[in-house]
């Protein structure tokens, strides 16, 4: 794990669920995909759908139209390129490409996403795997999407339950992340787009000063916090360093076969994950 490892979401909720699992996730720092590790199927179909959303929205700034059912086609095909790796059957393939075209139908019929992106609008798609530098160290917190022809605007695309304090600090990092990258002045608004339930709520981030100084102390505090995790996991051992006390978070965790957890709570791992023998 090198000094300069910077912010990323995961990296932030990896580091304060067990910080051993941190240590052995981010050895050197480039991420998963340079640290040697077995990427789950979970992983693995994220990434999927990320690469397919970015094709989309590069096909959309180029002026071209888009077809549910041919991107519904081109997602089952490269889920079955993908093989056994995606741990997904043929049922379970069409049911996450219905689901995907479905998101996307919706977010491309959204009256803000069609002011702000219609066809041959302009758009940056940044790749999360690339960390910029700064003066106190790495910042991986990439924006999903750069959207707009004259003064761009941020946009962060998200799943799950509506979490504001959560969105704005990440909106506040996410702009930073993206003004170190363009030169050109960016809107203070950040957008965020939550998929919740089957629809995409809207939601703008005004990026005052003020949450931008909530942001800056929140680098500073897990930049110390990881450097924190890095001496202790050097002088006394990975042994030293905190596990996470839920089975919950360990179900699909890497290293759980391996890991020195308490007994009771190995236990409780394997009893979830054996499979049921009621008749």
Known sequence: MTQGIGWSRSRRWLLETCARRFVLTYPGGPGLRGSGIEVGPRLRLKRLLDGARKDLFEDRSEGHAWSPRLHRVVLERRMEEAGTSLDLGPVGR??????????????????????????????????????????????????????????????????????????DLEAAISL?????????????????????????????????????????????HDRRAMASVRRRWQRHGLASL??????????????????????????????????????
Not at 102 to 119: M, N, V
Not at 157 to 163: A, D, S
Request: charged content about 20%; aromatic content about 6%.
């Open 176 to 220: 930073r992340w993206a003004t170190l990258v363009w030169t050109e002045p960016f809107e203070r608004t950040v957008t965020v787009m939550r998929w919740v339930g089957s629809s995409w709520i809207h939601r703008m981030v005004l990026v005052t000063p003020h949450l931008a100084d909530a942001a800056e102390a929140l680098l500073d």
């Open 94 to 167: 069409r049911k996450e490409a219905r689901l995907e075209v479905r998101r996307i139908a919706t977010l491309l019929r959204h009256p803000w996403f069609l002011h702000h992106l219609p066809e041959g609008g302009r758009c940056h798609l940044p790749s999360p795997l690339h960390s910029v530098e700064e003066a106190a160290g790495l910042l991986w917190a990439a924006p999903s999407l750069v959207v707009g022809s004259r003064t761009p605007r941020v946009v962060l695309l998200r799943h799950g339950q509506h979490r504001g304090a959560v969105d």
């Open 242 to 279: 905190p596990l996470v006390d839920s089975a919950v978070h360990c179900r699909r965790c890497p290293f759980a076969e391996a890991c020195p957890a308490p007994q009771a709570l190995k236990g409780a791992i394997q009893a979830r994950r054996a499979p049921s023998t009621k008749s």
